[in-house]
């Protein structure tokens, strides 16, 4: 099947509340999921793509033991991790602002690639043992990469590290590290790091005026000034 331009909005459901996958290829491109509710807003295994998607706004985790393939999409303020991976590829994608960790690769190694993992309320990646090359980890309040025992080792190869609030890397659940040269190496599976701020651009910013109204039948919140 495939699912083009189409907004999956205010659905219910503790797995799956917006898209359930059990085996199949679907493809959605240029798809908008907001606002959903549940555990698992996009849950189940299969070779799903998605394209040019965003998946942003959703009380939950945005893809649950997710074993597809995400491109040029932006995950984003949603209130679980953004990707608990099953061999997810991720690739020239934003994961940004979400509630939890970035990427969890508890259940199955991950790859991103030239992706940027920033801004998210845990670590860039925790319990991973993906593979992250071309990649930014920058300004996750934790750690940019968090081994969180010694069966986590994940591949990092040619990425960028700043501001991530704890340290850049936890090693094997107990050792830290700071500075592409100490991570290049102290840490397994690491090369090629690179310091520096990534000089993220941003649009028209401020501050609001007037308190949020939220809307509990379509879960939206709208910020207007007063």
Known sequence: AIFQDV???GNRASAGSAVGLSGGSPQLLGCRIYGNRGDRITYGSGSALFRDCVIAGNEGTAFDTF???IERSIISANTGNALSSFGALVSN???SGNW???VSS???AATLLNSTIAGNDGSGARESSGVFTNSIFAGNRDYGVDETNANNDPTVTHSLFFGNGLVESRDEGT???TGAVAIDTNVAGVSNSVDGDP???FGASGSWTAN???DPVAYRTTLTDA
């Open 212 to 214: 949020g109204v939220h």
């Open 175 to 177: 050792l830290v590290r």
């Open 199 to 201: 000089l993220f651009t």
């Open 67 to 69: 074993s597809g393939t």
């Open 93 to 95: 994608s934003l994961i």
């Open 7 to 9: 907004t999956f909005r």
């Open 100 to 102: 939890s960790s970035g």
């Open 106 to 108: 508890a259940f199955g």
